[in-house]
Antibody, heavy 119, light 106 residues
Framework: QVQLQQWGAGLLKPSETLSLTCSVY????????WSWIRQPPGKGLEWIGE???????NYNPSLKSRVTMSVDTSKNQFSLKLTPVTAADTAVYYC?????????????WGQGTLVTVSS | DIQMTQSPSSLSASVGDRVTITCQAS??????LNWYQQKPGKAPKLLIY???NLEAGVSSRFSGSGSGTDFTFSIGSLQPEDIATYYC?????????FGQGTKLEI
């Protein structure tokens, strides 16, 4: 059974760097796509991007210039960085994963982290 | 980006009712369409994948159908615990995109 536990700073100032990490329990990073999705307060879901265990990434073009994803196979973790942030990046951020080697089906989700960007 | 249009945006129904939500893609996506349930303050939960496949452990009162551009999600007999917002998501082409959501009230 796959479990995802995420953490990171919840309050940022404009121009700072959002940094979140998701620990994976129950499976190896190998063989899956590892995704990040966000949800502004009271709004819908936005796919940020995904990464494989080998470090291959796909990013949403709307965020691509500011996003970096990485994996740490030794710790069975993957991470998200977004910089510089603005108030528009205020959202609950989720990590997620799916079926073996299948992109796009998000079967397992982290608990979510509310990130607020405010001066 | 592929646009996903859900309707209705909100829906009020009674316990025991059959509820149907539709999702239309701006271009054909084959069957690469998933449905999620999100309760307040919680992460989304996968209910249906590949348009019509029930995720393991999900109640059989949930079902999905469709292919190409038009998809349907149904709850066969509405239960109180089904109060949630439901989202469709396409993954035929990157970036993955979601519908705007359907808020279901009882």
């Amino acid at each position: 059974q796959v479990q995802l536990q995420q953490w990171g700073a919840g309050l940022l100032k404009p121009s700072e760097t959002l940094s979140l990490t998701c620990s994976v329990y129950g499976v190896s990073l190998r063989g899956y796509y590892w995704s990040w999705i966000r949800q502004p307060p009271g709004k819908g879901l936005e796919w940020i991007g995904e990464i494989t265990h080998s470090g291959r990434t796909n990013y949403n073009p709307s965020l691509k210039s500011r996003v970096t994803m990485s994996v740490d196979t030794s710790k069975n973790q993957f991470s998200l960085k977004l910089t510089p942030v603005t108030a528009a990046d205020t959202a609950v951020y989720y990590c997620a994963s799916g079926f073996t080697m299948v992109q796009g089906i998000l079967a397992n989700w982290g608990q979510g982290t509310l990130v607020t960007v405010s001066s | 980006d592929i646009q996903m249009t859900q309707s209705p945006s909100s829906l009020s129904a009674s316990v025991g009712d059959r509820v149907t939500i539709t999702c239309q893609a701006s271009q054909g996506i084959s069957n690469r369409l998933n449905w999620y349930q999100q309760k307040p303050g919680k992460a989304p939960k996968l209910l249906i994948y590949d348009a019509s496949n029930l995720e393991a452990g999900v109640s059989s009162r949930f079902s999905g159908s469709g292919s190409g551009t038009d998809f349907t999600f149904s709850i066969g007999s509405l239960q109180p615990e089904d109060i949630a917002t439901y989202y469709c998501q396409q993954y035929d082409d990157l970036p993955d995109t979601f519908g705007q959501g359907t808020k279901l009230e009882i």
